[in-house]
């Protein structure tokens, strides 16, 4: 709970500049816009026409909004936050777009969402895993997709170097350094949520454990070896 709440006063102080700190961070990290990295994530979803989607941890809509303005047939897309200063600002954003009957925002968790069960035959989840109970999230998602429903996950990942001696000890002293210089909501989110930045080997057994299949992972190499890459992860559930 007490997670929560940090993140939340994180994600609300950050609202009103939340796409231009994405594009800042997206582009020292792996050198590409947050627009680009919206756009390669809605492609991979490749949402056929009358699907179902949820899109998790939607903050400003970015998703929804890229998905129905690619996907002319998309008929409805639901975005999920716990933060209400993001979502205010995405129904903001939905009203210029004319989106606002296509797009339901719901405030609350994706700890526990107030959807039936498999209703939706794609979950889509950008940046927002690190801040969350994973394994929980994992269970919430699979309860609500269809059969074959399909899970794309993007995220900041661990290297192989994260798991290292050296880069342990690194990492633990940028961490630290980290949060001594940036005493903000943000950066105590940010260092919360360290512990949920997982390298694909680790995301692939994780998926496989909670029963989804057809896992599918790519990275984007990181432009600083101490930086975290960008993983996006496919996976369906076929049971
Ligand atoms: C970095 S933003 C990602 C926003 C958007 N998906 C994107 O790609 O730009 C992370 C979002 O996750 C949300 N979030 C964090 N924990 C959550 C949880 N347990 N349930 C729902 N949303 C959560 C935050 O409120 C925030 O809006």
Same mark, same amino acid.
């Given at each position: ?98 989106? $606002?009957?296509? /797009? *339901? ?8 969402? #107030?959807? @039936? ?5 794609? &979950? ?89 299949? $057809?896992?599918? /992972? *790519? ?8 930086? #975290?890459? @960008? ?5 369906? &559930?076929?049971?």
């Amino acid at each position: 709970m007490e997670e929560i709440n940090h993140v939340k006063k994180a994600f609300t102080e950050l609202a009103p500049s939340y796409s231009s700190t994405m594009d800042k961070e997206l582009n020292q990290f792996w050198g590409i816009s947050y627009p680009k990295f919206v756009e390669r994530l809605v492609n991979l979803a490749a949402v056929k026409p009358g699907e179902k989607v949820l899109d998790i941890a939607t903050g400003t809509a970015v998703i929804p909004i890229k998905l129905i303005s690619t996907n002319h047939q998309q008929e409805r897309v639901v975005g999920l936050d716990i933060t209400p200063a993001m979502l205010q600002n995405g129904r903001e954003v939905i009203a210029r777009h004319g989106g $606002k009957n296509t /797009i *339901d925002l719901v405030c609350a968790s994706a700890m526990d969402m #107030p959807f @039936g069960c498999g209703i939706f035959d794609v &979950i889509i989840c950008g940046l927002g895993t690190h801040h969350m109970n994973v394994p929980n999230m994992l269970l919430e998602a699979k309860r609500l997709l269809t059969k074959n429903g399909r899970l794309i996950i993007s995220d900041v990942g661990a290297t192989p170097f994260w798991r290292s001696l050296t880069g342990k000890l690194l990492i633990r002293l940028l961490m630290l350094e980290y949060g001594f210089i940036n005493q903000s909501a943000r950066s105590h989110a940010e260092l919360e949520a360290f512990q949920n930045v997982r390298t694909a080997k680790e995301w692939s057994a994780l998926l496989k454990e909670f029963g989804y299949e $057809k896992v599918h /992972i *790519d990275e984007i190499k990181p432009r600083l070896p101490w930086f #975290p890459s @960008g993983l996006t992860l496919q996976a369906e &559930i076929t049971g």
